[in-house]
């Protein structure tokens, strides 16, 4: 059975940051990009950062330069690393699969195989 589950979401002021995980099962972890998402209330679910299995990633605009994705193969988990949070990073994050992705278009999310639960990320000003 597949699962991905998410951790450490929290509340946080504007300016500091936040670690999430993605812990994955059920399937072989190397052979899938893995990449999150995102989705504020009233909004629909947006990508922000993939990574290939090689390595190679991906970041929307909004995020470059403040977020971070790496992947920790052997483990089977995913991480974003996320600096600098601003108010507008407020949202449910998710963590998504996709099978021999282009990572530069993983986060169109047109072919993710599996998703996880989420994880709220509420940032302050």
């Known amino acids: 059975q597949v699962r991905l589950v998410e951790s450490g979401g929290g509340s946080v002021q504007a300016g500091g940051s936040l670690r999430l995980s993605c812990k994955a099962s059920?399937?072989?972890?190397?052979?899938?990009?893995m990449g999150w998402f995102r989705q504020a209330p009233g909004e629909d679910r947006v990508g922000v950062a993939a990574?290939?299995?090689?390595?190679?990633?991906s970041y929307i605009d909004s995020v470059k330069g403040r977020f971070t994705i790496s992947r920790d193969n052997a483990k089977g988990i995913v991480y974003l690393q996320m600096n600098r949070l601003k108010v507008e990073d407020t949202a449910m994050y998710y963590c998504?699969?996709?099978?021999?992705?282009?990572?530069?278009?993983?986060?169109?999310?047109?072919?993710?195989?599996?998703w996880g639960q989420g994880t709220q990320v509420t940032v302050s000003s």
């Open positions: 998504a699969a996709e099978k021999n992705c282009v990572v530069a278009a993983m986060t169109d999310g047109d072919f993710i195989e599996y």
């Open positions: 059920g399937y072989t972890f190397s052979h899938y990009c």
């Open positions: 990574i290939h299995s090689d390595g190679s990633t």
